[in-house]
């Protein structure tokens, strides 16, 4: 065959407005690597990676499942345990919920991704926190619609600054997305600030799409879902095994649609849209019940361990020059804020430590925020005394680039 033209093949446009900063920044530490340097890979949030275990009882749950045979298709929806089982979690925590409202998703990511994919038109809005989890301005960016930010204050524990919020509704409002407890902040929100928000999507008749992926890793103890104080409300609750039940790799996680009847085409929509990816990974749907249902003290020791590493590395970043930390209140997500010098931006910042340190964090910009406000993200998953290394790199890197 002759080769007619080498014109590289083009690809649709509106992969323009899909950027996920947390695995893109990873080719600048790839070009890092192939210089000889050890790169310390501290930008995605994966607790295996940094030595802790799946629960044997969900790995055995999954082992028996493919053993017996559970290696087909399933329902679209996902098996009826672990609809059950889901539908349980949320009604003994005060949102009943029936089986049928439930889907099992890959992973939250799924659930977002169907979810907003019903939602939104072409030049739609989309309420999304600032600085906010990237894979929701990517999304809404490939459906051709728009993200429009709602401001979180790092003066107030990264709660949502409410009446920018309300100012920020308009016609084309189409959903309201909540992600507490937060990432990239580590916040937890007040009850007043969830009721709030839960009348604001009610009153405007938009849907709330809360992202509670990390309810069970509060340190103080897991928090109910947002539903809870009113189940009437228009919302979609997301979660997965992820993080609370430490199988990111399986993809399984799920989504609750709230009750209400103003719900119902939504719900509708969204079991048709999931009829076309057939169904999530079979075996591993199997340790859902598992998982709700079975023992979960290993949370107790999970959540022990994140509360001393986010008091540590407050603790340190703070006692750095030029550097504020939010103490962080769930999850395994810093963001602290580095003065950086004039013209310079977050990604001059984190380029510099990975190039002198081998340190990955993902800049503050990648979330949504200005570039030149300084702010950087970083997981505290590793044991505290390697964290205690990276916490002594970044002091010397940090006092080199303020002063060049
Ligand atoms: C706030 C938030 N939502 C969703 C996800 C995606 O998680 P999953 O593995 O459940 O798709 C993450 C992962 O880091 C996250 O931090």
Redesign the pocket.
């Known amino acids: 065959m002759t080769i007619e033209t080498t014109v590289p093949i083009e690809v649709a446009s509106r992969l323009q407005g899909f950027d996920y900063a947390i695995r893109s920044i990873v080719a600048e530490a790839e070009a890092v690597e192939r210089s000889g340097r050890t790169v310390h890979y501290l930008n995605i949030?994966d607790p295996v990676l940094f030595g802790f275990r799946t629960p044997p009882h969900l790995v055995e749950t999954v082992a028996r499942a493919m053993r017996d045979g559970h290696n087909g298709y399933t329902p679209a929806s996902g098996i009826m345990p672990a609809r059950e089982a889901v539908a349980a979690e949320y009604s003994s925590l005060g949102v009943p919920l029936s089986p049928d409202r439930v889907l099992l998703t890959s992973?939250?990511?799924e659930g977002?991704d169907l979810a907003i994919s019903v939602l939104v038109d072409r030049g739609d809005e989309v309420l999304v926190p600032l600085p906010t989890?990237p894979?929701y301005t990517a999304v809404i960016g490939k459906l051709g619609a728009r993200a429009v930010y709602y401001r979180t204050d790092p003066e107030r524990g990264w709660e949502p600054d409410l009446d920018h919020l309300r100012s920020m509704i308009g016609p084309r409002t189409r959903a309201l997305v909540v992600?507490d407890p937060n990432?990239p902040t580590g916040a937890v929100y007040g009850d007043a600030t969830r009721r709030t928000l839960l009348e604001l999507a009610d009153r405007h008749n938009i849907v709330l799409l809360a992202?509670e992926?990390?309810t069970d890793l509060v340190y103080d103890g897991p928090v109910p879902p947002i539903a809870s104080f009113d189940p009437d409300a228009p919302v979609i609750s997301f979660s997965?095994a992820?993080k609370a039940y430490v199988a990111?790799g399986w993809?399984t996680?799920w989504m609750a649609v709230g009750a209400g009847e103003r719900l119902d085409k939504v719900l509708a929509a969204v079991k048709r849209l999931a009829d076309g990816r057939l169904c999530t990974n079979g075996p591993m749907q199997h340790a859902v019940a598992a998982a709700l249902a079975g023992d979960r003290s290993y949370q107790h020791e999970f959540r022990r361990q994140l509360g001393e590493r986010a008091a540590l590395t407050a603790r340190r970043l703070n006692a750095i020059d030029g550097v504020r930390c939010v103490p962080p209140a769930a999850a395994f997500y810093a963001l602290p804020r580095f003065e950086l010098p004039p013209g310079r931006t977050d990604f001059d910042f984190v380029k510099g430590l990975l190039r002198e340190t081998g340190i990955l964090c993902v800049h503050g910009s990648g979330f949504g925020m200005d570039p030149s406000a300084g702010y950087v993200r970083i997981i505290f998953l590793a044991d505290p005394d390697r964290l205690g290394t990276y916490y002594d790199q970044i002091e010397a890197f940090t006092a080199a680039f303020r002063s060049a």
């Open positions: 949030g992973g939250t990511s977002i989890y894979f992600i990432n992202d992926v990390y997965s992820s990111p993809r996680g």
